[in-house]
């Protein structure tokens, strides 16, 4: 078991590093006039990269990840396209919460009674 956090907390540290040092070489870029566009580090697209990540380390299981998803989606897509997105949100949103709900795993609780 102990092996198990180790190994977990190394796997995190790598990847806080990753992202990092992602930032760092974007910032250094930047400074030589290389640009990218605005939207790729709002705040609507860390929420839908972390709703994403937040996902798939718990094999998409509950529903965090996926109200995550759905918001940065919207904002960033917003911000990608340029389009008023308000009436189209609610009927997405309600397909995939509707997909989601038809698509996940059955929860099977085991009950344990002592007599």
């Known amino acids: 078991?102990?092996?198990?956090k180790y190994?977990?907390?190394?796997?995190?540290?790598?990847?806080?590093?990753?992202i990092v040092l992602i930032f760092g070489i974007v910032f250094?870029?930047?400074n030589f006039g290389i640009s990218f566009p605005e939207w790729l580090f709002s705040w609507s697209t860390?929420?839908?990269?972390?709703?994403?990540?937040?996902?798939?380390?718990?094999?998409?299981?509950?529903?965090?990840w996926l109200?995550?998803?759905?918001?940065g989606g919207y904002f960033t897509l917003s911000a990608i396209t340029g389009i008023y997105l308000a009436p189209y949100f609610f009927p997405f949103a309600f397909i995939a919460l509707g997909l989601y709900l038809i698509l996940?795993?059955?929860?099977?609780?085991?009950?344990n009674i002592n007599k």
């Open 1 to 4: 078991m102990k092996n198990f």
């Open 104 to 111: 996940k795993q059955p929860f099977h609780h085991k009950l």
């Open 67 to 71: 109200s995550m998803v759905l918001i």
């Open 46 to 64: 860390f929420l839908l990269a972390g709703g994403i990540i937040l996902g798939a380390r718990r094999n998409f299981i509950g529903g965090g």
């Open 7 to 18: 190994s977990d907390s190394r796997s995190n540290r790598m990847w806080i590093g990753i």
């Open 28 to 30: 250094l870029l930047d």
